[in-house]
């Protein structure tokens, strides 16, 4: 049976953003005085890993989990909460900026105020609709479950 285009578009934005979370977690760990400034999150150093390598791998083990749809839902819904709920801790700080957002980490600058809130709400959002997704597909279960136990058979 093929996957719905849905499906296939979800798992996609966890793969690529687990991926990177993974990634940078690998900066995290070859620098111990890397600065982590995501949303509520302000780290220094190896203590970013509980933000970044935790999640991520959350996210892993809900996508090779995803055939048991509950199971899997559930970690991909926590996965993509947390980030959605941590990007949009961080939109005062980019809001209220009076000059340019940097991560020198990733020598990348946004140098007008109004890119970086739409970078940010552009970024939140798929992990937004992913946690819709998520959701919904842990309900299905349930649906599914109770719809075969009533039916004779």
Avoid: H
């Amino acid at each position: 049976m093929k996957a719905p285009i849905g499906t296939i578009v979800g798992l996609l934005w966890v793969l690529v953003t687990t991926l990177f979370f993974f990634g940078l977690s690998a900066l995290i760990l070859a620098r111990p005085d890397f600065p982590l400034r995501l949303g509520v999150f302000q780290t220094v150093g190896r203590s970013g890993l509980w933000v970044t390598l935790l999640p991520a791998l959350a996210g892993l083990l809900g996508m090779i989990c995803w055939r048991q749809k509950k199971f899997g839902a559930v970690l991909v819904t926590a996965y993509s909460a947390f980030w959605f709920l941590t990007l949009l801790s961080g939109l005062p700080y980019v809001w209220n900026a009076k000059q340019s957002f940097c991560v020198a980490s990733l020598n990348f600058c946004i140098t007008t105020p109004w890119l970086g809130r739409v970078t940010v709400l552009a970024v939140a959002a798929p992990f937004l609709l992913t946690t819709i997704w998520a959701v919904k597909r842990g309900q299905s279960d349930r649906t599914g479950a109770t719809q075969n136990r009533l039916t004779p058979g």
